[in-house]
């Protein structure tokens, strides 16, 4: 069960009310997580779990204390805000402590759908029969995650300011292998309100691009050019491209986004002139969270702006430290073409000779300066020749930079964007994506794995 | 806590420091065949990742094959791959003292235990739990049935797997005295392997050139890139039990709802020849 807004008052203000440190912020989160999964054709584990955490951190003469709860009587608050209190004494001295936020005026998102909350275990477990009897009609042995999640969360500060807000998300990921486990395929998708999520075109993704991957051919490593489809591209970008638009590691000559001289590549045209990179806390599609940063109120944030770095994030600590503003996100990432989009299907037939990319795994990254990312692809990689689908190859391991991969030059297409989630956080994050059609693309070594 | 109180984290402190000025200096390595020395803070993960996860049953059983993947091993496989060379022995043991994942029964109350999973080279058995052991005409489950918290649903989970030292009294200095052209690395850095385990890619925190047996300055933007059994099977000097350490890790990560496991990985000083090495920085590329 859901804390409604009016508990999370109440259980914000008990826990400010037990402390009598200089500054405090308390976070109360309930969540509740449903979820059933699939291996082999069959049912293996199916699971509900409600919780509900208080955190509580306090600054005491500028030292810093946390601890955290998932009992929330009196007494245990109580503790709480005493386990805090005593760590604060023994700690160092924050050196990067800033006032806790006063009162702000958030504008609300809506990323909460009834319908998703209530999604039953029956529901569950239809969505999951019909794609197990369709991985038998199609003689494959399907795997697959299908889940619900609902939270409420609270945040307050001693200095006045208080958030609430709600989100749910459905989602559901599926793997087809042939039964000789020659290929494999794979489809994810997701959404914040069940009424517009698809999960048959999960089952459907999934099974065509095991059987469109038997009998790979082995192709040797190198540079290609290639078409990744939206999940391909989420994988590459949703995380490791938003975190390096940190403005302290720029001006510390960590990042991408680093010049010589202590100086930022802020101003400058650093990808392809069609490129936005932004975020919009209030898309209807992909909607992100009423709160950024420590509590700041999100806004809409273009990082980049028609291929040229427009922002870089500034936390509160290093926006005082620098003389600059917070930066009022991002909360969710949105990458999109500011001119006119090609189809998957015209990608593929403009192509002489290049890879059609399902989805990449497994992406660390290398370089932080050049947010050099390693991984492999996964479930579905296709040669395509002379404009057409000429035959599936095996995995490649890659070594590619992603701002060399989207800038000026080697973006040849950009498809129309649509509602995405990494693979690799299961389908709990999402953002917009669009497919890219690239010029090059650097796969360093063959793997043999399906 | 004997740990924590222990360790002598001043001078780490300092050598960290004195490493980071150097990496300034380091030279950029030549991409090209070079022989490893690895250190075992650099190795546990090695293992981790290239053996400690192929050898799960339930993901060779094809269970996990929606998300964490499966294994380039198969049931029949158990007594005749060739996992790595003659030297090459790894044991799991959930009684192993200090050990992140030693426990006194697991979480269907089957005792910990120690038992071989790599013998002379071959593969020769699997993690199992309950579940999964009569699979492959087990009668007994080896115990790795784990859940993280009172919220997660219990499921096959990796017990302290090590590689076993070598018999002779070998220093690091023993094995990297016969390496003409080669690398010594120390420490975790980049980590990636393909959803069977057959492809991996690893960094490290610190890396040393050996040129005709010594150790001649710091190199800098290296990963090397090989084949699990391939890279086992070029492993030709294991150091003896005095360079014998365990790593570990708070934060492994498996399943759907993704769950946590802490795990250890033993082992000695050890050595590979012939191993793809890369350079990663992609403006020098």
Known sequence: ?????????????????????????????????????????????????????????????????????????????????????????????????????????????????????????????????????????????????????????????????????????????????????????????????????????????????????????????????????????????????????????????RSAFSAPGGKTRLGEKVFDGRLNIYSDPWHPLVPGSQEAQDGLPAEMLYLVRN?????????????QKTGKAPTPGPVNTLIESSGPTSSLAEMIRSMDRGLLVSRFWYIRMVDPRTVLLTGLTRDGVWLVENGRIACPVRNFRFNQSIIEMLADGNIDLIGASERAGGSESQGRAAGLFPPLKLRAFHFTSQSEAV | MTYVREHDWLQEATQAGQEAVAKLKARPVEPGKYDLVLHPSHLWLTIHESVGHPTELDRALWWEANYAGTSFITPDKTGKLQFGSKIVNFFADRTQPSGLATVAYDDEGVPAQRWDIVKDGIFVDWQTTRDLAPLIGRKQSYGCLHADSWGSVPFPRMPNISLQPGKEPLTLDDLVRDVSKGILIYGNGSFSIDQQRYNFQFGGQTFWEIRDGKVTGMLRDVAYQSRTTDFWNACDGLGGPDTYRLGGAFNDGKGEPTQSNAVSHGCPVARFREINVLNTNARRA
């Open chain 1, 1 to 253: 069960m859901l804390l409604s807004e009016r508990e999370a008052r109440r259980i914000t203000r008990k826990l400010l009310s037990c402390t009598t440190a200089d500054d405090a912020v308390v976070h109360v989160n309930s969540e509740s997580l449903s979820h059933l999964r699939f291996a082999a054709n069959a049912f293996t584990t199916s699971g509900v779990r409600e919780n509900v955490t208080a955190q509580i951190t306090v600054w005491i003469d500028r030292k810093r204390g946390s601890a955290s709860v998932n009992e929330l009587d009196d007494a245990s608050l109580r503790a709480a805000v005493g386990r805090a209190e005593d760590l604060a004494r023994v700690s160092p001295i924050d050196v990067e402590y800033l006032p806790t936020l006063g009162p702000q005026k958030y504008r609300p998102v809506k990323g909460y759908a009834e319908a998703t909350a209530r999604i039953a275990p029956e529901d569950r477990g239809r969505t999951v029969n019909q794609a197990i009897e369709a991985c038998e009609k199609a003689k494959v042995i399907g795997a697959g995650f299908y889940q619900v999640g609902a939270a409420a969360s609270a945040m307050a500060t001693k200095n006045g300011n208080f958030s609430y807000e709600r989100s749910t998300i459905v989602s559901f990921a599926m793997t087809a292998r042939t039964p000789d486990g020659g290929s494999s395929g794979y489809f994810l998708r997701n959404h914040f309100d069940v009424t517009k999520f698809d999960p048959k075109r999960v089952i459907e993704e999934a099974i065509r691009k095991a059987l469109e991957s038997r009998e790979p051919r082995t192709l040797d490593a190198g540079v290609y050019p290639v078409i990744l489809e939206p999940q391909a591209v989420a994988d590459l970008t949703g995380g490791f491209l938003m975190s390096s638009f940190d403005a302290r590691r720029a001006d510390e000559g």
């Open chain 1, 307 to 319: 291929g040229v770095v427009e922002n870089l994030v500034y936390s509160r600590f290093w926006a």
